[in-house]
């Protein structure tokens, strides 16, 4: 008994000093330490065992041209752990610290994360490294590898507990959404049925067709693309290896920083070789059933690599990616082999991000990007969001830019730069005329062995076509659009397969269309023909959406559901000032309608007073059909955006959308309109918090003032210090781009696409130093509402009704309103927000955009081009909505921003103060576009005539008003809600997220969430 | 006393043709049972109380001057004891209190419209003048209308279409383009029973105002509200189908019922006016609809839901 008492006295003291003495916690502390550095080695041991002994796993430690050595460290923020495990000549060893020559590092912000980390999915850990738990410091790519190896050994755990999550979800979903309805999904289907004819000679542009919006039209009559969609939404996408293998082959041999004879390389010339020993050595694939030559890929849906620009972002995945829950790309066993042993190794130092790392020794601007908060640069996935100058492509062919290059190289006093970038031109030119020999001859070969006299006929016309063009000029529709699409093909070989865009396909196609046309004499031939020419472009549209670029996982949370997001353009006014809308801008509208699926991304250009409102109309009609496209823009604002720059107005009136919606001069123009999305909300919370980022935990940003001391004794105070924490981010965004840049410059020129873009030959010098006539970088800044709401409620409620201090706000903010519901419903309703009606609202956001203009305006790129400023937000208002704390707006943490720059559903519920907002925004802060988006529910029972002219209404008011931009999801929350819990029914429902369409059903939780939650005005 | 707005609602499609503003005036001459704008009826200024838009913060039990709120008053405020000075509104956080019903001239209704005049123009919408009963202040309404007109603004009357025509004519017919009239209940017992009068004077309305259409003058829609039990009746749509075919009326439009009225009274402090039997906490049913649109068309008119 007395021992037992004693032996209680003893734990209780034990325990009470260990909770009041610091040191006596230190000590225990520290053997927790020693017990986890043991665990975390033991783990780590273990796998290195494995690798050691099994041959089943001792192959992948080395590659075609020897054993792969790096290392990898593992630490916590204090170094309380810390090992490392070390991958050298076929051993693999653990140690105790972490090396200073490590490859790269994971620094776990606590030992808490340790323990999770150990229990937690691949995609759970992305979570963390995302949220700025896990910091990866250090190679990148090498960290993919190391992925690679963990899911070697415990893949097949994985796998079951993304199982278990994934059907504990489905679950909860149809716990949450209730019973399935069915009608639903077959309203939105029953949408298609009805269409609304219209007069013909109200365009003074469209010449043949008799009813322009061509209703006697619908899928069911074209049997080739009814299967391609088929395939489209049931086949997935498989990971094609035929491209960097390629290269990476010629690269073995041929060498990449200095040649076989030891020379450096010049990029321009090494780009080029290697370039057409690609394109000359890449299989001549023709399409089971289809009317266009050429494939990016091998696949009949394919996923391109480009470990050459943005590392091996998939290598961690090469045994997952087929059963992950988003998105799943196929990814055989042989390609995932090849991909391991043959190409990935090579490129672990040579891509963008590693070499600037070493180049520039971890800058801090890569810093922040490496802390996903803040902001994204774009050039460390490649060159993208750019058109080329398709009109001469077709008018001179190839051959002919390569006799505008000869000539050029003739001149004498060409500096040999301007030697090397011309020839390299002309050399990659000749790979796309050896691809598309290749294409005849196999079209030929197919042809004879056809059995089916039509199919055979169709083969030998596009072997003849193949023949001719892209080499020579183009003389008909068949010819320009095969001829588009291998020079697209080819564009999307030699750089990474995001946002790259066609420019205005009406424009180009339409002499084409025209020239047929003349030569058909009765109408029977020309109904005919027109049948034809859809179904043509269909192939097109469906050939572009079935090359997807390559995500990893991680992307389905950043970037989620999105395609290649290839924009094409139409309608608006042509060069000289006319209305541009014409045949083929009503034919591509019908192939728009008729497949409704997310690429191409189909922009459409409204110049009020020019183009009708019989166009708008059908605009409005093929949105409400599709449900999400297309993209409608206003010329006007455009124009006054764009006027800025001194362009002339010829090549402003030539404009088209690239990537979502951001504006290029079509063909002479290196726009590269998606080089920087950043986050405004992060400098929002970096001026609440004095410089240091909350999720960051890192006091990165200048020291502007406490809110805590009181240092903000005017609303204009602390708008400053916004301002500057703005700043500071736009700052380190640019120069990251910058420094981005000169990579580019030393690995990546891109020859092909400089030889198709107005001003390099002529230059005689590669776009990425500058060759284009035309050079800027475009940016979106998201979170502008968010923001805008922010200052406002700050304004109104501290500095003008004193109805709170600036101290007790934020303290309120800071714990997500928890302690006071009563301030958070002041905020919700005592102030007026950006959409509410209110004007001096308005006049906030457009004080705001004007400064992020100024920042953007400082400086210049490294072409010495202007930085443009969008309001558009892909999918980021959501990614960067989980990373961000609550802020004064009434937000609360995690919750996603307003898409674009759609104003809060809390602002109003009349959608006229919503209209009325956005066009009040000046359209010179704005000159890489914005993104409206609106959600409309029409009213059941309405009569389709009278639904289009409601919706006709607003477009055309916002226009009139000023408005630049808007795009619809024509849906209701309840349709989306069903398609959550039952995916099965809506496989092909489409929706707009912030720029680009997605498929529903292919979107992470919270992208769909926020959708659900978008405010839906009834029609 | 000053005519008062109940409010101004932007952004309507069902109102009338194109984008339209509708406004709402306080105050009507019928007492509905079934109206869907309670807070509409009187011409007095009152206090709304929204206890799901509530947070519970009690600001306003600690603010009122006259200790009327009470979270155990059933309506929340005692309205006798209540003296209207609304410094509980003022305090309110959440919005849950309001004030309903605004003295405002008609500049400043014209400068809370002409902001959606674009809107108006490209749908070739405009002005609604509804209620409560616009014409129940005659000369405010049609002096509002003039206004609009001046401004170039299509303006639309709903009316229960009680009213004395004369004046009617002299105030407000000159400046109108189109007029909603509600004809809800044939028999006049009925229309005492349910709608607080009797129709005699309003059909006469009707009448004269449909002459005066086929004359030329002012488009007039005739448009009946179904509610279970009461409009809906096989008997009384018949009788108005009758009624208005032998008018020479070719279009009617009918309402179909929503209950999205019923808990508007108790935020105005007000019971329920109907109980018993009916059935109106649910929405129509679409074959209720079709059943009332048949009867009608069975009468020659052309029926528009």
Not at chain 1, 257 to 265: A, C, F, I, L
Not at chain 2, 77 to 99: M, Q, W, Y
Request: glycine share 6%.
């Amino acid at each position: 008994m007395k021992t037992k008492e004693a032996l209680k006295q003893v734990c209780t003291n034990l325990l009470v000093t260990q909770t009041r003495s610091p040191e006596h916690k230190n000590g225990l502390g520290k053997m927790k330490n020693v017990l986890l550095n043991t665990a975390t080695r033991l783990a780590l041991k273990g796998l290195a065992t494995q690798f050691n002994l099994r041959p089943g796993l001792r192959k992948y430690l080395k590659w075609a041209d020897g054993w792969i050595n790096f290392s990898v460290g593992l630490r916590t923020e204090d170094q309380s752990v810390a090992a490392s495990i070390i991958f050298s000549n076929g051993h693999v060893n653990v140690a105790d610290s972490i090396s200073d020559h490590v490859d790269v590092t994971l620094i776990l912000k606590d030992e808490s994360i340790l323990k999770k980390m150990a229990m937690s999915t691949p995609n759970e850990l992305l979570n963390y490294i995302l949220k700025n738990q896990v910091v990866i410091d250090g190679n990148m790519v090498f960290m993919q590898l190391f992925n690679f190896y963990l899911s070697l050994v415990l893949g097949r755990i994985h796998q079951h507990m993304l199982n278990r999550t994934n059907t504990a979800d489905i679950r909860e979903r149809k716990k949450a959404v209730g019973p399935c309805n069915k009608q639903l999904a077959e309203k939105l289907a029953a949408r298609k049925a009805y269409r609304m004819k219209a007069a013909p000679g109200i365009d003074a542009g469209v010449k043949f067709l008799t009813d322009p919006y061509l209703s006697s039209y619908g899928i069911e009559q074209f049997p080739r693309l009814a299967a391609s969609l088929d395939r489209h939404f049931t086949q997935k996408p498989e990971v094609c290896p035929e491209r960097p293998l390629l290269l990476t082959r010629w690269f073995r041999k041929n060498g990449f920083e200095t040649d076989v004879n030891g020379k450096p390389w010049v990029p321009e010339l090494r780009q080029a070789e290697s370039f057409k020993y690609l394109m000359e050595n890449k299989s001549p694939v023709i399409g089971k059933n289809d009317l266009l030559a050429g494939c990016t890929t091998t696949k009949p849906v394919g996923v391109l690599l480009f470990p050459d620009a943005h590392g091996a972002m998939i290598w961690g995945e090469l045994k997952s990616s087929e059963k992950r829950v988003l998105n799943p790309f196929a990814c055989t066993p042989k390609t995932a082999d090849i991909l391991h042993h043959e190409v990935f190794p090579f490129w672990t130092h040579r891509n963008f991000r590693e070499v600037m790392r070493e180049k520039y020794n971890t800058p801090l601007p890569l810093l922040i990007d490496e802390r996903f908060v803040a902001y994204f640069v774009w050039k460390s996935v490649g060159i993208s969001h750019t058109i080329p100058d398709f009109k001469r492509v077709l008018e001179k062919g190839l051959a002919g830019i390569i006799a505008d290059i000869d000539a050029r190289l003739l001149e004498s006093r060409l500096s040999p730069d301007q030697k090397n970038s011309l020839t390299a031109m002309k050399t990659s030119l000749e790979g796309v005329i050896a691809y598309a020999a290749h294409l005849s001859e196999n079209a030929f070969r197919l042809a004879a062995k056809e059995t089916d006299k039509k199919r055979k006929a169709e083969l030998i016309h596009m072997a003849r076509i193949c023949g001719k063009v892209p080499s020579g000029p183009a003389q008909s529709l068949d010819e320009a659009l095969n001829a588009i699409w291998i020079c697209w093909i080819a564009v999307n070989m030699e750089n990474t397969n995001t946002g790259l865009s066609i420019g205005r396909l009406d424009q180009l196609l339409q002499p084409y269309f025209e020239m047929d046309m003349k030569t058909l004499l009765t109408s029977a031939e020309k109904e005919e023909y027109i049948k034809h020419a859809i179904e043509i472009c269909g192939c097109f549209y469906m050939r572009m959406t079935d090359q997807v670029p390559v995500l990893p996982d991680i992307a389905n949370y950043l970037f989620g559901g999105a395609g290649s997001t290839q924009a094409i353009t139409l309608g608006g006014v042509t060069p000289d000032g006319k209305d541009a809308v014409n045949d083929m801008t009503y034919v591509l509208l019908k192939v728009t309608e008729m497949l409704a699926i997310r690429d191409a991304n189909v922009n459409c250009r409204f110049h009020p007073g020019k183009n009708s409102d019989h166009y708008l109309k059908r605009l409005c009609e093929v949105n409400l059909i599709t449900a999400a496209t297309p993209i409608m823009h206003n010329d006007l604002a455009v124009f006054a955006a764009l006027r800025q720059h001194g362009y002339p107005e010829a090549d402003i009136r030539n404009w088209s959308a690239t990537g979502c919606v951001e504006p290029t001069l079509s063909g002479r123009h290196f726009a590269h309109t998606g080089s920087i999305l950043l986050n405004l909300v992060a400098a929002m919370e970096m001026a609440l918090h004095n410089g240091t980022h909350p999720v960051m935990r890192w006091a990165v940003g200048p020291e502007t003032g406490r809110v805590e001391d009181g240092d903000f004794k005017t609303f204009d105070e602390f708008y400053t210090a916004w301002a500057a924490q703005q700043g500071f981010i736009i700052d380190q965004a640019v120069a990251l781009n910058n420094l981005y840049g000169k990579v580019h410059q030393e690995i990546r020129p891109t020859p092909y696409l400089s030889a198709v873009i107005d001003g390099c030959i002529k230059k005689g010098k590669d776009l990425v130093h500058g060759g284009a006539l035309y050079n800027s970088s475009g940016t979106s800044n998201i979170g502008l509402v968010d923001v805008t709401d922010s200052l406002l409620v700050i304004k109104k409620l501290v500095f003008e009704d004193k109805a709170v201090s600036f101290e007790r706000l934020k303290q309120v903010v800071d714990t997500d309103f928890a302690n006071d519901p009563q301030l958070l419903a002041m905020v919700k309703n005592r102030v007026p927000l950006f959409g509410s009606g209110d004007p001096s609202a308005v006049a906030m956001a457009n004080r705001v955009t004007n400064t992020i203009h100024d920042c953007y305006k400082k400086h210049l790129n490294y072409r010495g081009g202007p930085y443009t400023v969008g309001f558009w937000s892909m999918s980021q208002h959501v990614a960067y909505g989980t990373l961000s704390g609550p802020l004064p707006s009434g937000r609360l943490s995690a919750k996603a921003f307003t898409p674009g720059l759609t104003p809060s559903p809390n602002a109003s519920l009349n959608f006229l103060d919503n209209i009325r907002a956005v066009a009040g925004l000046d359209p010179e802060n704005m000159d890489n576009n914005i993104a409206f988006n609106v959600k409309l529910s029409p009213k059941p029972g309405e009569s389709r005539e009278k639904t289009i002219d409601d919706m006709h209404a607003y477009v055309k008011t916002y226009f009139n008003l000023g408005g630049m931009q808007m795009q619809f999801n024509v849906v209701t929350s309840e349709t989306l809600k069903d398609a959550m819990a039952n995916p099965e029914n809506y496989r092909s429902l489409m929706v707009r997220i912030s720029g680009y369409n997605a498929y529903f059903v292919t979107l992470n939780r919270d992208i769909q969430t926020e959708l659900i939650e978008r405010t839906e005005y009834g029609l | 006393m000053k005519p008062l707005v109940l409010e101004i609602k932007g952004n309507s499609l069902d109102d009338g043709p194109g984008i339209r503003s509708v406004v709402f005036f306080k105050g009507c001459p019928l007492d509905c049972k079934w109206c869907h704008n309670p807070e509409s009826k009187r011409a007095q200024v009152e206090i709304s109380y929204d206890s799901k838009v509530c947070i519970g913060c009690k600001t306003c039990i600690t603010t009122c001057p006259n200790k009327a709120i009470a979270e155990t008053n059933p309506f929340f405020i005692d309205r006798d004891a209540c003296d209207l000075c609304f410094a509980c509104v003022e305090t309110c956080p959440s919005g849950a209190l309001t004030r309903v019903g605004m003295e405002m001239s008609h500049d400043e209704i014209l400068d809370r419209v002409i902001v959606d005049k674009p809107f108006f123009d490209t749908s070739h919408g405009g002005v609604t003048l509804s209620g409560g009963e616009p014409a129940f202040n005659m000369k405010f309404a049609g002096q509002t209308a003039r206004k609009l007109k001046k401004n170039n603004i299509h303006v639309l009357l709903e009316t229960c279409g009680l009213f004395d025509i004369n004046r009617f004519y002299k105030h407000i017919y000159p400046y109108i383009d189109m007029i909603y009239f509600d004809i809800k209940l044939m028999d006049t017992d009925a229309h005492k029973k349910y709608c607080g009068a009797d129709n005699s004077i309003i059909l006469k309305n009707f009448s004269a105002l449909q002459k005066k259409y086929a004359n030329g003058g002012v488009p007039v829609l005739a448009r009946t509200p179904l509610i279970p039990g009461i409009t809906d009746t096989d008997g009384n749509l018949r009788a108005i189908g009758s009624w208005l075919a032998s008018r020479d009326v070719q279009k009617i439009q009918i309402m179909a019922y929503h209950p999205m009225w019923i808990e508007k009274n108790a935020k105005i402090g007000m019971k329920l006016p109907i109980s018993g039997n009916l059935v109106l906490s649910e929405w129509m049913s679409r074959e209720s609809v079709e059943r009332c649109k048949n009867i009608l068309a069975s009468e020659g008119l052309e029926v528009v839901v």
